[in-house]
């Protein structure tokens, strides 16, 4: 699948949050543990914008308009000495997973990275999401830190793991 994405406007949030949604049954990609809704997602919606934390949507090339997959960058802990840190996250439709899309987008944050002043990316990822986990480390991630057994999903304790890369132009 070729990759093609777009800043995110308002009236993606629909789209976004059903695919965020999606993966909520899994256990697999957020601690939600029930769906959320559009209007909750709002002042997470706005706290992005394209020249500092952007939020890109990628369309499905055989359906335009239609809304496979997002990826965000977050701040990290929100304090001003953080600024050149970023959390990226990466939901995909489920039509959309298993091609390669988390690849090329994970690359394009990594690419943009530089220009949006940031220099150090972050991962939270479950530590029983593997593919995740493989993806990040694929791209030279590495384990920064385990908080162990801090989710509860259907009873199960699980661990979250904070993978990070610093980037080359860093200093």
Do not use: C
């Given at each position: ?16 949050v ?26 997470w ?33 929100g ?10 996250s ?17 690359a ?31 791209f ?20 979250l ?5 610093r ?5």
């Open positions: 699948m070729s990759l093609s994405y777009r800043d995110a406007t308002l009236d993606d949030l629909p789209a976004i059903a695919i965020y949604n999606s993966t909520i049954p899994s256990r697999q990609v957020t601690a939600d543990l029930e769906p959320v809704s559009v209007e909750s997602r709002h002042a919606f706005d706290a992005h914008g394209p020249q500092k934390r952007p939020l890109w949507v990628v369309e499905d090339p055989k359906q335009a308009g239609r809304v496979i997959a997002w990826l965000s960058f977050s701040d990290f802990y304090r001003p000495a953080y600024q050149r840190t970023a959390e990226v990466i939901y995909l439709d489920e039509s959309a997973r298993g091609q390669g899309l988390g690849k090329q987008l994970l394009a944050s990594l690419d943009a990275a530089p220009g949006l002043g940031i220099d150090t990316v972050l991962g939270f990822v479950f530590g029983h999401n593997e593919a995740s986990v493989r993806l990040f480390r694929g030279g991630f590495d384990a920064w830190g385990t908080l162990p057994r801090v989710a509860v999903l259907d009873g199960v304790e699980r661990d793991v904070i993978l990070g890369k980037l080359a132009h860093a200093s």
